[in-house]
């Protein structure tokens, strides 16, 4: 069982643009309740998503990458594919809402390839 890898300025790079893999990362605050709802959710999600590689960034403490994202509202998840993000959601999402999302814009981007 891995958890999601916490992401800082220093290691945005190589965990998230040089990833072999897609990446899913959870933007989020420790003050935002719906944010704090989606934490075991994500956690649950990663551990079913094993072909997908699961980040999380606390906006208060990477506020830099926050402003890079244009982080506007959280819970915030942006995709990443091959160094470039494919896709974003706000919003608290369920299980199984989440998994969907995330397969739809993965599949939007394999197509359009």
């Known amino acids: 069982m891995v958890e999601p890898v ?4 220093d290691s945005f790079e190589k965990e998230v ?3 072999d893999k897609p990446v899913i ?8 309740m719906p944010c ?5 959710v994500f956690k649950e999600v990663s551990e079913e998503l094993t072909n997908y ?11 830099l990458i926050a402003k890079d994202l244009l982080v506007t509202g959280i819970p915030l998840i942006v995709i990443y594919e091959d160094g470039e993000e ?3 959601f706000v ?7 989440l998994i969907n999302e995330i397969k739809e814009i993965i599949m939007k981007n394999q197509v359009a390839d």
């Open 25 to 32: 990362i959870d933007l989020w605050a420790p003050w935002c």
């Open 53 to 63: 590689k699961f980040v999380k960034i606390n906006i208060d403490e990477e506020n």
């Open 6 to 9: 916490s992401v800082t300025t």
């Open 86 to 88: 494919i896709g974003r």
């Open 91 to 97: 919003g608290y999402k369920d299980k199984q809402a």
């Open 17 to 19: 643009v040089n990833a």
């Open 36 to 40: 704090q709802m989606m934490a075991p």
